[in-house]
């Protein structure tokens, strides 16, 4: 299964939305994504990257199940960095679509380059 960019971002931005310590599952995530062995493998890259808490128990036939805690430190960074629908084209434009190389942590450092060019931050240089 490939890892879709998009299917993370709706993830975690499902999260924040969640009140504080009202935890999520499969159900409450089903908007961001119609096949639930997707949205569950998605959410488990989201936990083993640290940037949710939750867990996601996979047996083969049976729907995952999904408890999603919270996000994390790292999770929210990473989503203030992306909320930007602007800065996520920018970088989905620069980091993800013309290399396969790309990672959540790359695409991240990019996404806080470019916020802090937009704020006007000294010392970051413009972006190209």
Request: charged fraction near 20%; glycine fraction near 8%; charge should be neutral.
């Amino acid at each position: 299964m490939m890892q879709n960019p998009e299917l993370l971002r709706k993830i975690m931005l499902a999260a924040e939305r969640q009140p504080a310590g009202k935890p999520m599952t499969g159900t409450d995530l089903k908007g961001c994504c119609d096949d639930p062995h997707e949205l569950g493998d998605h959410v488990q890259q989201l936990i083993e990257a640290g940037y949710v808490d939750g867990v996601v128990h996979i047996n083969p036939g049976l729907t995952p199940k999904i408890r999603l805690n919270r996000l994390t430190f790292h999770g929210h960074e990473f989503l203030h960095a992306m909320r930007d629908d602007s800065i996520w084209k920018m970088v989905k434009e620069k980091v993800m679509l013309p290399t396969a190389s790309w990672s959540l942590k790359l695409a991240a450092a990019y996404a806080i380059k470019l916020a802090a060019t937009h704020l006007g931050l000294p010392g970051v240089p413009p972006h190209s």
